[in-house]
Nanobody, 118 residues
Framework: QVQLVESGGGLVQAGGSLRLSCAASGRTFSNFVMAWFRQAPGKQREFVAVITSVGNTNYDDSVKGRFTISRDNAKNTVYLQMNSLKPEDTAVYYC????????????WGQGTQVTVSS
């Protein structure tokens, strides 16, 4: 079992920055693929960014060049640095984890709210 706890959300003006953190516990963190998803009010949850166990990354087009995902295996933590934030980035952001042998994200955090004011 893996427990994921997000932090770092809040209210920020458009153009500002936030860094989200996701602390993992319970199993060997370095073996997991880690990702961030988000869900805006009235919309489906959507993919934001992913980082593999060896540090390869991928991003949704809507955040490329503005967001950066990273991980610190020694601290069992994955980060999402969000710059140049836009009002449309407003959502609950979720951290998720999966093993290398699956395509489904088995583990999810409780989410952290990010609100970007115009």
């Amino acid at each position: 079992q893996v427990q994921l706890v997000e932090s770092g959300g809040g209210l920020v003006q458009a153009g500002g920055s936030l860094r989200l953190s996701c602390a993992a516990s319970g199993r060997t963190f370095s073996n997991f693929v880690m990702a961030w998803f988000r869900q805006a009010p009235g919309k489906q949850r959507e993919f934001v960014a992913v980082i593999t166990s060896v540090g390869n990354t991928n991003y949704d087009d809507s955040v490329k060049g503005r967001f950066t995902i990273s991980r610190d295996n020694a601290k069992n933590t994955v980060y999402l640095q969000m710059n140049s934030l836009k009002p449309e980035d407003t959502a609950v952001y979720y951290c998720a984890a999966r093993t290398l042998t699956t395509t489904m994200y088995n583990y999810w955090g409780q989410g952290t709210q990010v609100t970007v004011s115009s």
